[in-house]
């Protein structure tokens, strides 16, 4: 299992708009066969970062998602959604396996 790590740097006037992003994004990585751990939405603290964590089974099943990400109509529609709001203004991704119980 690999678990993608993703740090977003957001606009902290949208908040609201990031929350909507992100609530689109979680049913699509379970549709292409991943495990949404959640998004983590600024309270106290720096008002820019928010995070999510998801899993898929393997390095080349996340890849196969990200493919068919860009052809998806619902995905498409999550990306163009953020794109139209500019709620991102940065995203860095890193990859870890998860030591589970």
Known sequence: MI??????????????QFDHYARLWMPLVEKFGGIHH????????????AFA???????AAYEDYRQQSLNDQDCMAAFAYAEQHN???????QFMRPVLA
């Open 3 to 16: 678990s993608c790590h993703v740090r977003y740097e957001i606009d902290p006037t949208k908040i609201q």
């Open 87 to 93: 709620i991102v203004q940065k995203v860095e991704r």
């Open 53 to 59: 964590i998801f899993s898929f089974p393997s390095l």
């Open 38 to 49: 959640g998004y983590f939405l600024p309270a106290e603290g720096k008002n820019y970062e």
